[in-house]
């Protein structure tokens, strides 16, 4: 099982890995035309990486519960 510093830890990591995901769509559609055949690859990252920060986010507000 997680601590909730290893939780907080790792949410730091997922979401500075999202927010660079987050912005490499803005960037890709900044360019559309440009690109157009990337939007499937970048936005499913976009998306497993938000997926995955949520679920991280979860474990740790549960841990916080569980230890309060």
């Known amino acids: 099982m997680e601590t909730a510093e290893e939780?907080?830890?790792?949410v730091k990591t997922l979401n500075g890995r999202a927010?660079?995901?987050k912005m490499d769509l803005h960037d890709l559609s900044?360019?559309?035309?440009t690109g157009w055949e990337k939007i499937?690859?970048?936005?499913q990252a976009?998306?497993?990486?938000?997926?995955?920060?949520?679920d991280a986010r979860a474990r740790l507000a549960a841990a916080k519960e569980t230890s309060a």
């Open 46 to 54: 976009a998306f497993d990486a938000y997926r995955e920060l949520t």
């Open 40 to 43: 499937p690859e970048v936005a």
């Open 30 to 33: 900044e360019d559309l035309p």
């Open 19 to 21: 927010t660079k995901l």
């Open 7 to 10: 939780l907080k830890a790792l």
